[in-house]
């Protein structure tokens, strides 16, 4: 057992205990203790064996436990436990995909809007993962609590980025944007702006509890827009906080097919959007994706690794997933 499984088997863990009331301390326990393995990759065979299991950040005896199940038996019967309760179980078509062929991640911010770290620094992080490309898609001025980007920073921030480029050799900065779908499924920059960047990822934020009907008039409006690129974390939920957004889901996904636009996978444990059971879905519907971190500091890019088993879980198979091309399109 690698770090890469059982940080994905510890995830999973979490996001199933998140779905519980009373479990959710236990649970970011689960996903902290996932996203500690994913950032030190220890070698667990050799930790299990000098019982050094509970020196990786996180954790404890409990934890532990369920890693010698996993090291020794390849899985974990805790997992299959909680599996079998919450009727999400297994399935026997995942699909086989291998965090080494993951190129790039390309929704991540920085001090530009409510990123912890600066555009050089998420940079260096996602070259010292060997990835060929990183996106860079801070937010859009609607968002004014984080200061969101108009043309005029995103000018400025362009000038910075060429700076950047020329320090991380072996990695391609993409400038993007994560620009607000508005109430009525406008984008909250003009067309000019969206045009010249390299990634437009439109995402809902605000105002998610908007009547059914009117949320799939704006989540269409914003599938059949020519600039965007991805919808990031399609329905806005928080497991175990905030239900998403309500919309016809079927009629989005088919209209983001068919215009070419990928649905994301978000990683953030607080997100995990889509899930896997709407992700299979949009799958079957013919949608592409995007598996990312939604990164604000570079020790989220880790939250790829741990999350790619829910990508696995709907079986989206490594071709449609944009991040396993070898440059970003
Ligand atoms: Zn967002
Ligand atoms: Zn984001």
Redesign the pocket.
């Known amino acids: 057992m690698d770090w890469i499984a059982a940080s994905q088997a510890l995830s999973e863990i979490g996001y199933l205990l998140r779905q519980q009331e009373k479990e959710r301390y236990r649970a970011r326990a689960f996903s902290a203790a996932a996203w500690a393995l994913a950032l030190e990759r220890p070698d667990l065979e050799k930790l299990r064996k000098t019982d050094g299991l509970t020196s990786i950040g996180g954790v404890g005896e409990g934890i532990a436990r369920v890693l010698v199940d996993l090291i020794d038996h390849g899985e974990s019967r805790y997992l299959n436990r909680l599996r079998e309760q919450m009727q999400q179980p297994a399935r026997d078509d995942e699909s086989l995909l291998n965090y080494g062929d993951y190129r790039g991640d390309i929704?991540?911010?920085t001090t530009w809007s409510?990123g912890r770290a600066t555009m050089l620094e998420m940079a260096e992080g996602a070259q010292a993962l060997g990835y060929s490309y990183l996106g860079i898609?801070?937010?859009s001025p609607r968002i004014t609590v984080v200061h969101g980007l108009d043309a005029e920073r995103l000018l400025a921030q362009s000038q910075e980025m060429a700076e950047v480029q020329k320090q991380v050799d072996g990695l391609t900065l993409l400038q993007g944007i994560?620009v607000d779908i508005l109430e009525d499924g406008s984008l909250d920059l003009p067309d000019a702006v969206l045009e010249i960047l390299d990634v437009v990822?439109a995402?809902p934020h605000v105002k998610l509890r908007q009547d059914p009907a009117l949320m799939t008039e704006r989540m269409m409006r914003a599938v059949s827009n020519p600039h965007v690129d991805v919808i990031?974390?399609p329905t806005g939920r928080r497991p175990g906080s905030r239900e998403g957004a309500r919309y016809d889901f079927e009629a989005v996904f088919k209209e983001a097919a068919r215009n070419g636009i990928a649905l994301e996978i978000?990683c953030?444990p607080a997100r995990l959007d889509l899930s896997p059971e709407m992700a299979r879905m949009a799958h079957e519907l013919g949608c592409d994706f995007v598996v990312d971190a939604?990164a604000?500091a570079s020790a989220e890019f880790a939250y790829v690794p741990m999350g790619l088993w829910m990508a696995r879980r709907a079986g989206i198979p490594r071709e449609r997933i944009r991040n396993f091309r070898p440059e970003w399109s």
């Open positions: 929704h991540s911010h409510d898609t801070d937010h994560e990822i995402s990031g974390h978000d953030d939604d604000h």
